[in-house]
Every structure is written in C-alpha cells, then in structure tokens.
C-alpha cells in the first residue's frame, strides 16, 4: 500500500475546470451587512462550543473510569470540532485561536476516547481522519489514516468501518483499495450512496460523475435539521472536496453551509 500523503492544490478545479463549467451551482452576492451578521452569528456559535469544551475539560480528571472517560473524551472532542468549524465558517481566526487548532484538539480528544470505546467504534477514526483533512494537517491525517487501518477498518462488516477505511485510502493515495472500499459501501442500503459515489469518482478520476455525487452530498446537507453540535456546516462535503481537490477535481460550489 502507498503511503505517500497528499496535498491539495491551492486552485480547486484544476485540469478539469472546463469539464466542470456549466454543472455548478451560481455564487450569490451577499451584502455587507449580510456578511456582518453572518459573522457574528458564527463567532456566538464558536463561544458556545468552546465553553462547552472547556466545561469537559475541568471535569475529565472527575471521569476516572474508562467508559466515562471516553465519553467525556468524546463530548470534548464534539464541541472542539464545532468550535474548528465555527471559526473555518467565520473567518475568525486568529493568532491564538484557529481553526486548525480547534480541529487538532478534536482529532486528539477523539482518538485519545478510542482505547475504551466500544468495539467498531469507526465514528472516532473517521472523525480524527476527518479533523486534521480539515486542519490542513496532511501528514497528521496520513498518520491517523496508517492507524485507522491498522485497527482493521478495510475488513469490517459494517459500512461505517468500509468508510473509514475508504477515506484512511484516499488520504494515503492508495486509490485502488480507496475505490474497492467506495464502491463496497454505495451499493448499501444502510449507507449514504451519494458519499460512497463521491468517494468512487474521485479514486477513478471520473469529474463529471464527482459533480454529480458531491452536489448531491451538499443537498442533503441542506435539506436536514440535524447536525453534530447544532453547528449547520456541510462537513462531508469539506472533507470530500479537499480530496478531491488532490486529483484536480474539485468542485465549485456555493451554499450557506461552506465558507
């Protein structure tokens, strides 16, 4: 298996922006005032959530036992991840506080949580992988991609553990094995197709079938009223899009739940 890690290009597209012309969606203006209120609606959302990461860490030492240890573990590394978002959403980064920063201490809290959790735990590696994508941390994510599949998640019944495993493949290049693991999970029903498909197309390079299965990603994100944290980012569609954007094939899109 390849372990060379990638690294997204700065220009999203790339050689195949033409092939993408045409199939995105229009970017909307948005007002200054617009973008005011934006902002400080996510900076409220990002003290919230980095209260409540502070609140867990203050009780960890009371949470002696292992099971309450990694739930208490997770609940951190939850509100870490909202707050990660809410800066990435806001622009709000800053000297002390990043996003990247946010998003490493969930990837940590998470995997740290992981020794005590119950068996086929996957939602942890995929939330680490997923953390430092989004960290801009690449060769910590082709770290944690090593460790995700050294825990067996290419051989898991589940489709949550194909998963894993289909993004620990994608970060570490190894696009063969990524697209056997895509292609086991879109075919389920127990699973989201449209990600196992986006997952599928960017291993097999295919532009125009990644358009269709990430916008369709994003849709669905748009149409539920749930999300991690109460915090309303299209998180999967960040991930896929920054690897999909180390084969050149990332997509153009506009919503209100991306940057």
């Not at 790339?14 to 007002?31: D, E, K, L, Q």
């Not at 400080?40 to 990002?46: E, R, V």
Request: hydrophobic content about 45%.
């Amino acid at each position: 298996m390849r372990c060379d890690v990638q690294r997204a290009p700065a220009t999203p597209g790339g050689r195949h922006a033409a092939s993408i012309a045409g199939r995105v969606r229009p970017r909307r203006a948005c007002t200054g005032n617009r973008d005011t209120a934006r902002v400080l609606a996510w900076n409220a959302l990002f003290e919230r959530e980095s209260a409540r990461y502070r609140d867990g860490e203050a009780r960890l030492d009371d949470a002696v036992s292992g099971d309450e240890r990694q739930r208490q573990l997770t609940r951190m590394g939850n509100a870490a991840w909202g707050a990660g978002l809410c800066l990435l959403m806001s622009s709000g980064a800053t000297d002390s506080q990043s996003h990247s920063q946010w998003l490493t201490r969930a990837a940590a809290r998470w995997r740290e949580s992981y020794a005590d959790a119950p068996p086929a735990s996957w939602g942890r590696p995929i939330g680490v992988i997923k953390a430092l994508v989004l960290a801009g941390d690449w060769p910590g994510a082709g770290e944690a991609a090593q460790w995700t599949l050294a825990e067996h998640a290419g051989e898991a019944e589940s489709p949550i553990g194909r998963y894993a495993a289909a993004l620990a493949c994608s970060v570490l290049g190894d696009w063969e094995h990524a697209r056997i693991h895509a292609d086991a999970i879109r075919i389920r029903d127990d699973f989201p197709r449209d990600v196992g498909d986006a997952l599928a197309t960017i291993a097999a390079e295919d532009v125009v079938g990644y358009v269709e299965a990430i916008e369709s990603v994003l849709e669905s994100f748009e149409a539920r009223e749930d999300y991690l944290e109460d915090v309303p980012v299209a998180d999967t569609v960040l991930v896929l899009q920054a690897l999909a954007a180390t084969r050149d094939l990332a997509a153009d899109l506009t919503s209100e739940l991306l940057p």
